[in-house]
């Protein structure tokens, strides 16, 4: 009989306090509704009051920032920089307690069982745990991610010897900071020196034997020797040491994708997007592991989770038509519905749209502007042209043809 997929930590994580330090990289020791007007007329807006996320009408993710304290993942400089490794700062921070992440898959049929839908469902719970995160330190969190994932970059192009003599020598003076010890091995195994990597990786296990940094590392050189094998193990390890590592689930999804398990890797890639949306080589490991699968149906993610539809997405004479309230509400904004009217008017930072049911003219802050498709009401739910969205609340909308995947960011 099929079991529904579950994620016990989801709810407890909801419980968490907001981001703690984690696991300290120098030292490896542990750290601490909307009115709306009533009409007879069947529409969306029938069900104001409990809308596509639970809570109230504004309670979609509240966790994104403005552009004076967000940075964009290109904006990030992955040189080498000393000042990067002093005590204060942690490759390892994570959201809360990482043990309340650790989901349990105990029972789950990952073959003919698996209900892509059942896993979406999860991830709206991660959602409404990061828009109760402080931003501030979500934003580290984010920071932190972007930075782990340089690491684990092997760099090219780099002049190894004098590299090398550099990070050994701020290992002399920082001999308990774990991120030197894996960027000096990767620098070793980058430069073909792949038995000085592994000298360098054992000194990390014997001086954090638990750390997930170490596991990554090791499965790092478990690759670089094509033991594919080996190389999940210790990326299992590392998920289990760090559950709340995007870059770590990230890396053992596309593994999963590499042996053909797409199931599993459609669960880690999810939770690595959820946990971190600015990280776009997910989104592609994700295109290719429904591809694979053969899962083709239309399917939209917005800011690294799937909203919860009342109507899927669906193509309409060449055009893809979304819901207009789950996809506004999971980018945080304000929907309402006037249903004398037939309009359905959004607000989303400084941008307000007004639309009516079946016009091809929307008012955007106040001029009018023609959609090449009419917003209709399609079973309840208002639905309107992708790219007009898109381009109105100024996100990034990328279309993956192969498993006809939407991700829309900010």
């Known amino acids: 009989m099929k079991q529904k ?132 330190d979500y934003g580290k969190y984010l920071e932190k991610q972007q930075a782990e994932n340089n690491l684990f970059t092997l760099k090219q192009g780099v002049d190894f010897d004098t590299a090398i003599d550099e990070l050994e020598q701020s290992l002399e003076t920082d001999p308990n900071n774990q991120a030197l010890y894996v960027e000096l091995a990767l620098t070793y195994l980058a430069s073909g020196d792949l038995s000085k990597a592994e000298e360098v990786s054992e000194l990390l296990a014997e001086l954090a034997p638990e750390s997930y940094l170490s596991f990554m590392l090791q499965a790092e050189l478990a690759g670089s020797q094509g033991s594919a094998e080996n190389k999940q193990l210790y990326l299992e390890k590392a998920v289990e040491s760090n559950p709340t590592s995007s870059v770590a689930r990230f890396k053992l999804g596309e593994e999963l994708v ?39 149906e239309l399917k939209a993610f917005v800011n690294g989770v799937v909203p919860k539809f009342d109507v899927k997405p669906f193509v309409e004479n060449g055009r893809t038509l979304v819901p207009f309230r789950a996809i506004s509400e999971a980018l945080g904004a304000d929907v309402k519905w006037d249903g004398a009217n037939q309009q359905v008017s959004i607000q989303h930072g400084d941008t307000t749209i007004q639309l009516t049911i079946d016009s091809t003219t929307a008012i955007v802050n106040g001029q009018e502007v023609t959609i090449e498709v ?22 990034i909308v990328d279309w993956k043809s192969e498993s006809k995947m939407i991700v829309i960011s900010e």
């Open 5 to 136: 997929l579950t994620v016990l930590s989801l709810a407890a994580l909801l419980a968490v306090t907001p981001l703690s330090t984690g696991y300290a990289a120098s030292t490896g020791a542990q750290t601490d509704s909307s009115t709306t007007v009533t009409t007879e007329t069947k529409s969306e807006e029938d069900t104001v009051g409990s809308s596509v996320y639970s809570g109230s009408n504004s309670g979609a993710p509240d966790y994104y920032f403005d552009s004076g304290n967000q940075e964009r993942s290109e904006d990030y400089d992955d040189s080498y920089d000393e000042s990067d490794n002093d005590d204060s700062y942690d490759y390892e921070s994570r959201l809360g307690d990482g043990e309340d992440f650790i989901p349990s898959f105990a029972g789950f049929d990952f073959d003919s069982d698996f209900d892509f839908e059942d896993v979406a469902d999860m991830f709206s719970s991660l959602a409404d745990f990061r828009s109760n995160l402080d931003k501030a």
């Open 258 to 296: 590499s042996a053909g398990k797409y199931n599993e890797a459609t669960v880690e890639l999810m939770t690595a997007a959820a946990l971190n949306p600015q990280h776009p080589e997910v989104f592609e490991a994700l295109n290719k592991a429904f591809a694979e699968n053969g899962n083709t």
């Open 374 to 395: 009419p917003a209709k009401v399609v079973d309840g739910r208002t639905v309107i042209p992708l790219r007009f969205l898109g381009e109105s609340l100024g996100t």
